[in-house]
Nanobody, 126 residues
Framework: QVQLVESGGGLVQAGGSLRLSCAASGRTFRGSAMGWFRQAPGKERELVAAINWSGSTTYYADSVKGRFTISRDNAKNTVYLQMNSLKPEDTAVYYC???????????????????WGQGTQVTVSS
């Protein structure tokens, strides 16, 4: 059974930092593009950052560019999201997602991801 498990969320003051982790089990995602999405109450789920299968190419939403960093450790089957200079508008449930295909570049379309984690809450207070 394929599982993606996020961790690292929590409550932080504006300007603070958090590091999210997404650990995969049940199959290797070494060859798969991965992404981090977020969904705030009353809003659609949106792509925050994405990374290709090797980690050589990344993509960031304009709203987080320069503040967030996505990375992966294929040996550990884990993807990370380092979030710095957090703002109240970053408050959301953050989801990790994995592409079921192999060897693709960054995947930006939510519908192209095949596996999803359960989400982790990030709350940024002002």
């Amino acid at each position: 059974q394929v599982q993606l498990v996020e961790s690292g969320g929590g409550l932080v003051q504006a300007g603070g930092s958090l590091r999210l982790s997404c650990a995969a089990s049940g199959r290797t995602f070494r060859g798969s593009a991965m992404g981090w999405f977020r969904q705030a109450p009353g809003k659609e789920r949106e792509l925050v950052a994405a990374i290709n299968w090797s980690g050589s190419t990344t993509y960031y939403a304009d709203s987080v560019k320069g503040r967030f960093t996505i990375s992966r450790d294929n040996a550990k089957n884990t993807v990370y999201l380092q979030m710095n200079s957090l703002k109240p508008e970053d408050t959301a449930v953050y989801y990790c997602a994995a592409d079921g295909a192999r060897w693709r570049t960054v995947v930006k379309d939510l519908d192209e991801y095949d596996y999803w984690g359960q989400g982790t809450q990030v709350t940024v207070s002002s």
